[in-house]
T-cell receptor, first 114, second 110 residues
Framework: GAGVSQSPSNKVTEKGKDVELRCDPISGHTALYWYRQSLGQGLEFLIYFQGNSAPDKSGLPSDRFSAERTGGSVSTLTIQRTQQEDSAVYLC????????????FGPGTRLTVT | KQEVTQIPAALSVPEGENLVLNCSFTDSAIYNLQWFRQDPGKGLTSLLLIQSSQREQTSGRLNASLDKSSGRSTLYIAASQPGDSATYLCAVTAGNQFYFGTGTSLTVIP
């Protein structure tokens, strides 16, 4: 079946602009995660959604970052007033439920802030 | 806070060799441990998932072990092939979060 998809695959934006990154999880997966991977760094947890519960936003690096998940499916990660240090690959993952379930990752969105 | 470390950071081996990648974590209170591979410009592909109650998992030429009490996992790759060249990441799940290592970059030389 279809895996996790993300769009766009690449995004180049000017410093100060807002960007929106989209994630379509695997159908039926109730848990959705956003991560980012900066050059030479490990993966960094950003935010986690589980069903209709309030999201775990503990990984968001600043208040310029926000995310929504509409209808328990598609999620959008928004970065306002982008900075050069926001340049990274943003990865989305979904799993059947929260906890000890295998996560399936999308191909990522490579964001470059110039 | 959970910290995950992978050693070595990079590894280069000739084709056909067996190899071991190491992952260590600081807090043994985990749900599971997962090994991924990441190819350049692509997302992560899950290789093996070991639940906290398990000691190992096998898939084809891959075998992953977990020693929760010592905070260690190994990924064993048998008879390595050039197509195995990628970055290998381990991640532990604790609570609702995944904690990733920085990865081991593997190059298998034909």
């Amino acid at each position: 079946g279809a895996g996790v998809s993300q769009s766009p695959s690449n995004k180049v934006t000017e410093k100060g602009k807002d960007v929106e990154l989209r994630c379509d999880p695997i159908s039926g997966h109730t848990a959705l995660y956003w991560y980012r991977q900066s050059l030479g760094q490990g993966l960094e947890f950003l935010i986690y959604f589980q069903g209709n519960s309030a999201p775990d936003k503990s990984g968001l690096p600043s208040d310029r970052f926000s995310a929504e998940r509409t209808g328990g499916s598609v999620s959008t990660l928004t970065i306002q007033r982008t900075q050069q240090e926001d340049s990274a690959v943003y990865l989305c993952a979904s799993s059947l439920r929260e906890g000890p379930y295998e996560q399936y990752f999308g191909p990522g969105t490579r964001l470059t802030v110039t | 806070k959970q910290e995950v470390t992978q050693i070595p950071a990079a590894l280069s081996v000739p084709e056909g060799e067996n190899l071991v990648l190491n992952c260590s974590f600081t807090d043994s209170a985990i749900y599971n441990l997962q090994w991924f591979r990441q190819d350049p410009g692509k997302g992560l592909t899950s290789l093996l998932l070991i639940q906290s109650s398990q000691r190992e998992q096998t898939s084809g030429r891959l075998n992953a072990s977990l020693d929760k009490s010592s905070g260690r996992s190994t990924l064993y790759i048998a008879a390595s092939q050039p197509g195995d060249s990628a970055t290998y990441l381990c991640a532990v799940t604790a609570g609702n979060q995944f904690y990733f290592g920085t990865g081991t970059s593997l190059t298998v030389i034909p």
